[in-house]
Structures are given as structure tokens and as C-alpha cells.
């Protein structure tokens, strides 16, 4: 659970990227709301049409310092660029430009947190290559025919059955 602190210091850091994206282009922008309901293994995500910003609050308490300084810009500048550009690839030039321009940032696509504490229950598939594990999510759409493909070998993933029967010996 975060603290009050915790969650002002966001919010703070949400209010300094958007006076320093006034700044920068001389024109004041509606504030968005902020919740911190994010689940699953990302860090936060910008819902452009509803003007709101969602953080993870486990990652984001665990990650504290990274949020502030990457994360916070990171989702910011999703919501300005659409705001300035319209609708744009989500890490486009527009995006790039908007973190390392305006954020004064490396436009960073995804975060290198330690997701372990957050991580739902997976399950071993297997292509020609290597070894996968699928989140529950995609687990479900497998079991019900959606098929993956691995990004190496193009493969379609099988799921492994880890769980060998045994053998009833009686001597």
C-alpha cells in the first residue's frame, strides 16, 4: 500500500513534467487524473482519449526513484505528444522527440524493473528454438486456439506437459 508521501511525490513529479512541457512550447495543458491501479508487469501506461495516467503501485514502491525520473516522464510525454500530434505511433518520433527534447530523457521503450514480486503464474511452452513462458492470459487464448509464434524461429508454441505420469510398480 503506498503512503500519502509516496503517492504526492508522483504527482509532484507528473506537475514538473507538465511546467516543463509548457514551458517548452509556450502553451498550457489540461492536467490529467492519476490513479495507481496498474497491474500485471507494467510500470504505467497513459490512456490518451481519457486524459489519465495509471501507475503500478508495487513496482512503483519498490522502484521508487526509477518512477520518478523515467516512468513519470515516460507515460507524460504519451499524453502530450498526443495532445500536440494527435494520434502517433505510441514510440514514434514524436514520442522520442517529446523525451529527449522536452523530458530531457532517453526515450527508453520499457523498464528493466525486477518484476518477480508481480508476476502472475506462467506456464512452458516450446518452439524449435528454445523455451517460453506464457502468462495465464495468454495460456487461456492458447487453450481456446489462438496460436503464438516465437520471434526467432517464427515456430508455432507448444505447450510442454512438465508434469511426467507415474509409473505404479508393484514389487
Same mark, same amino acid.
Given at each position: ?31 490529467? +487524473? ?28 519498490? $522502484? ?73 492470459? +495468454?495460456? $487461456? ?31
Amino acid at each position: 500500500m503506498l503512503t500519502t508521501s509516496q503517492k504526492k511525490a508522483l504527482e509532484q513529479q507528473v506537475e514538473a513534467c507538465y511546467q516543463q512541457a509548457e514551458c517548452f512550447f509556450d502553451h498550457a495543458f489540461p492536467r490529467p +487524473r492519476v490513479l495507481f491501479t496498474q497491474r500485471g508487469k507494467i510500470a504505467g501506461t497513459a490512456h490518451l482519449q481519457k486524459n489519465l495516467l495509471k501507475f503500478h503501485p508495487i513496482l512503483y514502491q519498490e $522502484n521508487q526513484q526509477a518512477f520518478l525520473t523515467d516512468v513519470v516522464p515516460h507515460e507524460v510525454a504519451h499524453l502530450l505528444v498526443y495532445l500536440v500530434h494527435g494520434r502517433t505511433a505510441p514510440h514514434g518520433q514524436e514520442w522520442q522527440m517529446m523525451m529527449s527534447k522536452v523530458m530531457q530523457r532517453s526515450p527508453e521503450r520499457t523498464h528493466q524493473f525486477d518484476i518477480s514480486s508481480v508476476q502472475g503464474k506462467t506456464f512452458a511452452y516450446q518452439c524449435q528454438c528454445q523455451q517460453h513462458q506464457l502468462s495465464i492470459r +495468454r495460456h $487461456n487464448k492458447a487453450s481456446k486456439g489462438v496460436i503464438y509464434l516465437c520471434t526467432a524461429c517464427k515456430k508455432p508454441l507448444q505447450p510442454l506437459n512438465l508434469h511426467k505420469p507415474r509409473l505404479n510398480i508393484n514389487l
